[in-house]
T-cell receptor, first 114, second 114 residues
Framework: DAKTTQPPSMDCAEGRAANLPCNHS???????VYWYRQIHSQGPQYIIH???NNETNEMASLIITEDRKSSTLILPHATLRDTAVYYC???????????????FGKGTKLSVIP | GAVVSQHPSRVICKSGTSVKIECRSL??????MFWYRQFPKKSLMLMAT?????????EQGVEKDKFLINHASLTLSTLTVTSAHPEDSSFYIC??????????FGPGTRLTVL
């Protein structure tokens, strides 16, 4: 799976949009971009994923550049409960058990400030 | 939907004893489950991939005789830490794959070996 690069930490004011960047310049055509977050002492929580189109759900929006070499996770109105470590992961589309593996990097620690 | 549970959430045991951790997918069937370990201030590290009805696949450096994994049904996988020692103290997290290819995580089990 391709590697990703994320800033180690970011701050965001409560109520403002949080924009978390991720670089995945070596991504392959059959690799998805997944975003998870981990709140302290909990298991990771799935947020969103995409292949090449922008995606939106009730939690966030995912913007993937046309060349697919980078993406941005957007939390439209950050709250204190969004303080967590956010992981951007690229992963090959499933075709067998091994291809479902997720490799976690260090992620971005997002701190939402009152 | 897509809920994964773990039991227990926290366990303290004496050195030399064995500890079993259960991972259940509550509202979906998971042919593949994964076990991760996370040390303080570190990212998740994959320990093994568990397929229903077959032997688990362990990552390099993970002792299969120490970390016994059983995946007896499509909704249950267990991890047994045998002859636990203080260095096995960690946060153990399981995950399960839905048919949609998305991986969902349990809340984690904090193991402390005295």
């Amino acid at each position: 799976d391709a590697k990703t690069t994320q800033p180690p930490s970011m701050d965001c004011a409560e109520g403002r949009a949080a924009n978390l960047p991720c670089n995945h310049s070596t991504i392959s055509g059959n690799e998805y971009v997944y975003w998870y977050r981990q709140i302290h002492s909990q298991g990771p929580q799935y947020i969103i994923h995409g292949l090449k189109n922008n995606e939106t759900n009730e939690m966030a929006s995912l913007i993937i550049t046309e060349d697919r070499k980078s993406s941005t996770l957007i939390l439209p109105h950050a709250t204190l409960r969004d303080t967590a470590v956010y992981y951007c992961i690229v992963r090959v589309a499933g075709s067998g058990a091994g291809s479902y593996q997720l490799t976690f990097g260090k992620g971005t620690k997002l701190s939402v400030i009152p | 939907g897509a809920v994964v549970s773990q039991h227990p959430s926290r366990v303290i045991c004496k050195s030399g004893t064995s500890v079993k951790i259960e991972c259940r997918s509550l509202d979906f069937q998971a042919t593949t489950m994964f076990w991760y370990r996370q040390f303080p201030k570190k990212s998740l590290m994959l320990m093994a991939t568990s397929n229903e009805g077959s032997k688990a696949t362990y990552e390099q450096g993970v002792e299969k005789d120490k970390f016994l994994i059983n995946h007896a049904s499509l909704t249950l996988s267990t991890l047994t830490v045998t002859s636990a020692h203080p260095e096995d103290s960690s946060f153990y997290i399981c995950s399960a794959n839905m048919a949609t290819d998305t991986q969902y995580f349990g809340p984690g089990t904090r193991l402390t070996v005295l």
